[in-house]
């Protein structure tokens, strides 16, 4: 499904679809889709999960049910692969991060034109023209860089947790580069305070722009696609086949790059009960 691009050609079309409704909120842009858009799709894996959780029974599940039950067991398998400690609130998280993500990557799934069809269909043309609607959360930097600070403070939180407070501020000092001997340990504390930090610092920014770039990339090509079936009857059928195409490799993209972010903090956390 798509809308024409219009007298400004796919540029304006790819420029109008990249608009967010944003408000100032202490004098930065509150991108009011990507929030509106994650929250409804929080609540749904909540109200999603928790349905059948209420419903479980010890028989045999119903369809719905095992279904839920597959995708803990998987998640659960994998936690376990990669953190051997304690899991009970990790695997929690872990299946919070994967089931999250996917939603919100699957918004990329949906026909691109929808939210401007349906202002066009119920307020006219022109309101349509001037409506801006993102419903792709993960295309958003903020969507992926607010996941990955709270995975950061997460890892501290773990890091402390397993080392103590001075413990761990211990090991910031003194790793990678251990020395013998009080003078060599202050000589070296400055490199690895430094490496430490960057390498704290890698993880969420690594986990952000890992997970953004794929879906805005991802959200680009399904723009350029729609700009094709817009562009006449002469590029219609080939817009089709090659949107379809897209669309079942984007599948691929949008399990995979939630399994990634999953995983990925999974490991980060089971790091943070390791010593150097």
């Known amino acids: 499904m798509s809308e024409q691009t219009g007298s400004g050609g796919l540029n304006e079309y790819i420029q109008h679809h990249l608009q967010q409704n944003t408000i100032e909120v ?8 990507t929030w509106a858009v994650s929250l409804v ?3 749904i894996f909540i109200g999603w999960f928790a349905f059948f959780a209420r419903k479980a029974t010890a028989g045999v599940p ?4 095992a279904f839920v039950e597959l995708i803990l067991e998987f ?3 994998q936690v376990k692969d990669s953190f051997h400690g304690d ?3 990790i695997t929690p ?3 919070t991060i994967f089931m999250w993500v996917v939603l919100m990557n699957g918004m990329d799934l949906l026909p691109l034109d929808l939210p401007g069809w349906l202002v066009k269909t119920t307020a006219g043309a022109e309101v ?3 409506t801006y609607f993102r419903w792709v ?7 992926t860089l607010g996941l990955s600070v709270v995975v950061f403070f997460l890892i501290l939180y773990h890091s402390v947790k397993a080392k103590g407070g001075f413990g761990f501020g211990k090991e910031l000092l003194t790793a990678p580069f251990h020395a013998h001997g009080t003078g060599a340990k202050i000589a070296l504390a400055p490199a690895n305070l430094g490496l430490n930090v960057i390498e704290y610092l890698v993880k969420p920014v690594s986990l952000a722009m890992r997970l953004f770039g794929n879906m805005y990339g991802g959200e680009l090509v399904f723009m350029l696609i729609a700009g094709l079936l817009g562009g006449g009857l002469l590029m219609f059928v080939p817009g089709v086949l090659f949107n379809t195409a897209w669309a079942l490799f984007h599948i691929l993209i949008v399990l995979l790059q939630a399994f990634i972010f999953m995983i990925l903090t999974v490991v980060y956390i089971a790091g943070a009960y390791e010593s150097h």
């Open 62 to 65: 119903s369809k719905g049910q």
């Open 75 to 77: 998640i659960d398998g």
């Open 128 to 130: 349509a023209h001037h």
């Open 26 to 33: 202490f004098g930065g842009a509150f991108h009011i889709d």
């Open 137 to 143: 959360p993960t295309a958003d930097l903020n969507t």
């Open 87 to 89: 899991r009970r609130s």
């Open 93 to 95: 998280l872990a299946l």
């Open 41 to 43: 799709l929080g609540l």
